[in-house]
């Protein structure tokens, strides 16, 4: 089983909509959870970062955890042509800095 | 603030021939990550250093990957010798213990071994 998992997509959704992307990961001991995005040949950058059960709120975006059911999701509100990318769920599972990376969801958002 | 600084941006080098690609992280971050990203396998973490040391270097694929981290401002990833399977986007990334685990990526090296 891996560690964090992710559908690869890719997720297509209609401008203006809400995209629902979804990792789970397998250790319960996990504390810190991180959504990344990443452009076609560009690095991964930070979005998003939850600790603590339930939602947290960043503009359009919205990071929800659930440790029961090791379950971290990302909505994106008011989809834009922009967001189309590459979403990377991390966990850290314990030890100094280490996280390790889903294989991304691929999303399209179409005009 | 200047984010990771990565050089060279591309590396086109021939099977057998020595590769370094550096890292420069954010000033006052004390962890550094190197990753290893390709389409098959996603992104891997090779090894990373805490405080200038070497904390976990069980991603390393082989002998012929070095890194170090001889000061806070600076670290190599060493490939000798090269082979075409090592092509792929190499990530540095830096984070700052205690801000819980916010890594920050550099712009990543793109190596061609043909």
């Not at chain 2, 001889?70 to 801000?99: H, M, W």
Request: with cysteine.
């Amino acid at each position: 089983q891996k560690e964090v998992e992710q559908n690869s997509g890719p997720l297509s959704v209609p401008e203006g909509a809400i995209a629902s992307l979804n990792c789970t990961y397998s250790d319960r001991g996990s504390q810190s959870f991180f959504w990344y995005r990443q452009y076609s040949g560009k690095s991964p950058e930070l979005i998003m970062s939850i600790y603590s059960n339930g939602d947290k709120e960043d503009g359009r975006f919205t990071a929800q955890l659930n440790k029961a059911s090791q379950y971290v999701s990302l909505l994106i509100r008011d989809s834009q042509p922009s967001d189309s990318a590459t979403y990377l769920c991390a966990v850290n599972s314990g030890g100094y800095q280490k996280v390790t990376f889903g294989t991304g969801t691929k999303l399209q958002v179409i005009p | 603030d200047a984010g990771v600084i990565q050089s060279p941006r591309h590396e086109v080098t021939e099977m057998g021939q020595e590769v370094t690609l550096r890292c420069k992280p954010i000033s006052g971050h004390n962890s550094l990550f190197w990753y290893r990203q390709t389409m098959m396998r996603g992104l891997e973490l090779l090894i990373y250093f805490n405080n200038n040391v070497p904390i976990d270097d069980s991603g390393m694929p082989e002998d012929r990957f070095s890194a170090k981290m001889p000061n806070a401002s600076f670290s190599t990833l060493k490939i000798q010798p090269s082979e075409p399977r090592d092509s792929a986007v190499y990530f540095c990334a830096s984070s700052l213990q205690g801000i819980d685990y916010e890594q920050y990526f550099g712009p990543g090296t793109r190596l061609t071994v043909t």
